[in-house]
């Protein structure tokens, strides 16, 4: 089946940290860009944090030094980490398939909040 399925969303104070994991399924998943996208309550749906398949990164000004993107092409699963999270962080966030097959993922919630 193809398919992407996030996991590692949740409720984390503001400064906490969390990490989402993106499991791609019946994709050459090693020659895909992949990218982590959120979208909050009445806003539109932004891009947060991109990577090659080769492996350069890219993020919103928004997370720089804050969030990272990673892959582990052996277990087809996308990372973003995510540091010193903010109340604006909150989303739910989605990853995203750049390829022969263009995927969305069903999204996971992160809720920053005291």
């Known amino acids: 089946q193809v398919q992407l399925v996030e996991s590692g969303g949740g409720l984390v104070q503001p400064g906490g940290s969390l990490r989402l994991s993106c499991a791609a399924s019946g994709i050459i998943f090693r020659i895909y860009d992949m990218g982590w996208y959120r979208q909050a309550p009445g806003k539109q749906r932004e891009l947060v944090a991109a990577?090659?398949?080769?492996?350069?990164?890219n993020y919103a000004d928004s997370v720089k030094g804050r969030f990272t993107i990673s892959r582990d092409n052996a277990k087809n699963t996308v990372y973003l980490q995510m540091n010193s999270l903010k109340p604006e962080d909150t989303a739910v966030y989605y990853c995203?398939?750049?390829?022969?097959?263009?995927?969305w993922g069903q999204g996971t919630q992160v809720t920053v909040s005291s």
């Open positions: 990577i090659t398949s080769g492996g350069s990164t």
């Open positions: 995203k398939s750049t390829g022969p097959y263009a995927l």
